[in-house]
């Protein structure tokens, strides 16, 4: 009775080169080199051919559990640990907590097929890549910053959505800012930008999008110097704005975006932080860990920043500047505000006087003359108005913002009752203060 062997193509290829050499059709050298394999590798198959035949080539393992495979009590642990506390997790991520808070060391491999089995987890399709032509890194740190703001779910169903201020250098990757605020408005872009001067100086240049924060979006305009508020602080300050006209352009600051969504809710959601103003004070140390990860060495050693100087005062660069001519009775509007000037000199001396107008985050209102704070009293206020507000910013203006948009029933924060998988306090699994 003939035997009926099972081989794979790999040794169904074995076997014919091994009849060829056999046959002496071939030489061990040309069979090495059909078979991809070392002349000495090649001199062991023949032996094998030789003593056992056909039945000599095929896989002794086949069949047989693997030498490498999980142990079944860690495997549950694994599978305990992540039903109850990392079931929105990526396979990636999850390794990583894993290791971090629970002293488990496992490849992201069997957590993927874990979680796969566990039906947590679905093979991706790999999407057919629209190619664009690649910009290397600029080569110093400092040299071009990518900036953008990102709105989002941060703190799940704990706290508000709100949207991150997201500073990323070009050249390393690293982030150098994240800033929580409501939306993304000049004022918050100017608080964030302090924190990232104070920390590293001033960049060569920014790279945002066509927001109007950035970007004079109306072509028709025929007054101003045709810079936004933003362009205006950053140009007194010597650092240029560069703005995209794509999503692509500024890859970096946008995968970086998506990978903060990833990562950055689920490290709010492990801290127990609900809150922007907690987020706010811990994010350094998110940063950090972040740079640790995923930054990358620059091709200079030169740092692009340049420190600032006596005469950057941030207090009166980072605010709405707008400059007014005062009428006869000394009177000028602002934001359909009328003001009054008040001044020890004669009040002809003063008509027809340009000054200047500064706003600062908290809309208090300075006026300058000659750079020097005048006196003032509020005249006139107008009743508030229908108002021009971009797209971007509809939700914080709308009274129910925070039910702008209603996350669907299969997020996963929403399908897995993340409430009653909380650690409570005195939870081991819970992070060390």
């Known amino acids: 009775m003939d035997i009926v062997y099972k081989m794979s193509e790999k040794e169904i290829k074995k076997t014919e080169t091994m009849s060829q050499l056999a046959e002496k059709q071939i030489t061990q050298r040309m069979a090495a080199e059909h078979l991809g ?14 003593n056992q035949g056909v039945e000599g080539l095929i896989n002794k393992s086949r069949g047989k559990p693997s030498h490498h495979q999980l142990d079944e009590e860690l495997k549950k642990r694994v599978v305990n640990l992540i039903l109850e506390r990392y079931r929105d997790f990526g396979p990636t991520l999850a390794t990583e907590k894993l290791l971090e808070l629970h002293g488990i060391k496992i490849s992201d491999e069997s957590v993927r097929k874990i979680m796969i089995a566990e039906g947590l987890w679905k093979h991706r399709r790999k999407r057919k890549l629209r190619v664009f032509q690649m910009r290397e890194r600029r080569a110093c740190f400092g040299e071009l910053v990518q900036i953008d703001g990102s709105d989002y779910h941060w703190f799940e169903e704990r706290g508000p959505r709100c949207t991150l201020l997201v500073f990323v250098d070009d050249a390393t990757g690293r982030l150098v800012e994240l800033w929580f605020v409501p939306h993304e408005s000049f004022f918050g872009y100017c608080e964030a930008s302090r924190h990232y001067f104070e920390r590293y ?16 979006n109306h072509p028709n305009a025929t007054t101003g110097d045709g810079m936004t508020d933003f362009g205006r602080a950053m140009n007194e300050l010597g650092i240029e704005i560069i703005c995209a006209n794509t999503p692509q352009a500024k890859g970096r600051v946008e995968r970086a975006n998506k990978t903060l969504q990833d990562r950055l809710t689920k490290e709010l959601r492990l801290h127990n932080i609900s809150t922007p103003e907690e987020a706010n004070l811990w994010l350094p140390e998110f940063m950090e860990n972040y740079n640790k990860r995923f930054a990358t ?41 009328i003001y009054q000037i008040h001044v020890d000199r004669p009040s002809y001396a003063m008509r027809n006087t340009v000054v200047t107008v500064l706003e600062k985050p908290n809309h208090e209102v300075i006026v300058l003359y ?60 819970t992070l060390p203060n």
């Open 37 to 50: 394999i070392s002349v000495r590798q090649v001199k062991r198959l023949w032996r094998q051919y030789q």
């Open 201 to 216: 100086g001033k960049p060569g240049a920014f790279y945002s999008d066509k927001h109007g924060i950035f970007h004079m």
């Open 297 to 337: 060495t620059p091709r200079s050693d030169l740092d692009f920043h340049t420190p600032l100087t006596t005469s950057d005062n941030l207090d009166h660069i980072l605010c709405r500047k707008e400059p007014r001519l005062l009428s006869k009775n000394l009177t000028f509007q602002y934001h359909k505000t």
């Open 370 to 429: 000659k750079n020097h704070p005048i006196n003032f009293d509020v005249y006139y206020q107008q009743q508030k108005q229908a108002e021009v507000v971009p797209s971007k910013s509809i939700d914080q203006a709308m009274l129910n913002a925070s039910k702008a948009h209603t996350p669907p029933p299969d997020h996963p924060w929403r399908k897995f009752n993340l409430k009653s998988n909380a650690p409570s306090k005195g939870d081991i699994l």
